[in-house]
């Protein structure tokens, strides 16, 4: 049972801590798989218990169910401390040199990064999460992207957009995405970061 009970955790600990690579691609399946990791983690913490207090009632004789402790205790607290993996991935990807955000109904929002090493990604976080990863492309005032199709992709639309300035603040703040060259409204998204007009 101590040793299921490692191997169980130490695979829980990998799927967690690579969840950057496919908590993306889950779209709807997001929120069942996040559940059942919540569930799993509680279980697995109330199994350490319950391996202490055995080794506690043994007077710590049994060296497999300590070692099994040994490894379960730093394992399961380093999740609690890193819930999103102990390794930032993302930072392997660039600099993000812009960041701008849309928020629809019951507070789904849509975000839109750029990275300095030509990398966008849109991440979509509504009921589930959708990224979307492609190139993009600064020409004078308009940025230039382009998707890489994905059974896991979104389908957007949009293929170019321009920072504007706030109607009342002034600042650069709105970038304004667009489907086509006839599309007059785009899309708004507010800037949180934007270093792309100190790049260029």
């Not at 709807?28 to 218990?49: C, D, E, H, K």
């Not at 009921?127 to 998707?147: H, L, M, Q």
């Not at 703040?173 to 006839?182: A, C, E, G, P, T």
């Amino acid at each position: 049972m101590p040793k299921r009970l490692l191997l169980f955790t130490i695979l829980y600990f990998f799927i967690v801590h690579t969840s950057y690579f496919w908590s993306g691609r889950l779209n709807v399946f997001f929120l069942p798989v996040f559940l059942s990791l919540v569930i799993s983690y509680v279980v697995l913490v109330v199994n350490l218990f319950i391996q202490i207090y055995k080794s506690i009632s043994e007077r710590f004789h049994n060296k497999i169910r300590i070692q099994v402790i040994e490894i379960m205790f730093p394992l399961l607290f380093l999740t609690f401390i890193f819930p999103e993996g102990v390794i930032d991935f993302s930072k392997y990807e660039g600099v993000d040199v812009l960041v701008a955000t849309y928020e629809g109904v019951a507070n789904c929002t849509d975000t839109i990064t750029l990275k300095d090493s030509g990398l966008t990604k849109s991440k979509s976080v509504c009921f589930g999460i959708t990224e979307d990863i492609g190139e993009y492309s600064f020409i004078n005032d308009t940025i230039y992207i382009s998707y890489k199709k994905s059974i896991f992709s979104k389908e957007r639309t949009y293929k170019f957009g321009i920072i504007r300035r706030h109607p009342f603040t002034k600042e650069k703040d709105n970038l304004i995405v667009f489907s086509d060259k006839k599309d007059s409204v785009g899309m708004t998204y507010l800037i949180r970061k934007n270093l792309l007009s100190t790049n260029q």
